[in-house]
């Protein structure tokens, strides 16, 4: 494989002439802001502060455990949403009235599901 080293370095000298051309750009104007009695302020090089931050050991940090509800829980707020989307619903005439209220679940708990005929 072949390298055209002569293209090369016909790029690298025109991108270092334009650079060139920059810098004594940069030059005329700093001599022209220094002609006009502007004074140039040059920018801290480092922050000793900062350096010390950066280079400080990082320290972990704890999570808390996430809260769960208990189920019993999590089943009373999904039925007291239900009975408030039907009470909307009835309000808006969409549904009816609930004249009886459903059994608590510890009443159905008591009840037998199944009962025996006596013959």
Do not use: F, N, Y
């Amino acid at each position: 494989m072949a390298i055209d080293l002569e293209s090369s370095l016909r790029t690298l000298h025109a991108r270092r002439t334009e650079l060139m051309k920059q810098v004594e750009a940069i030059d005329a104007a700093l001599a022209a802001l220094a002609a006009a009695g502007i004074a140039i302020v040059h920018a801290a090089e480092s922050q000793p502060e900062a350096a010390a931050d950066i280079t400080s050991p990082v320290a972990p940090t704890r999570v808390k455990a996430r809260r769960v509800l208990s189920d019993e829980h999590r089943q009373a707020l999904l039925d007291g949403r239900r009975k408030a989307r039907h009470r909307r619903a009835v309000d808006e005439g969409r549904a009816r009235e609930l004249l009886v209220p459903p059994p608590a679940p510890a009443e159905a708990a008591a009840l037998p599901r199944l009962v025996k005929r006596a013959k």
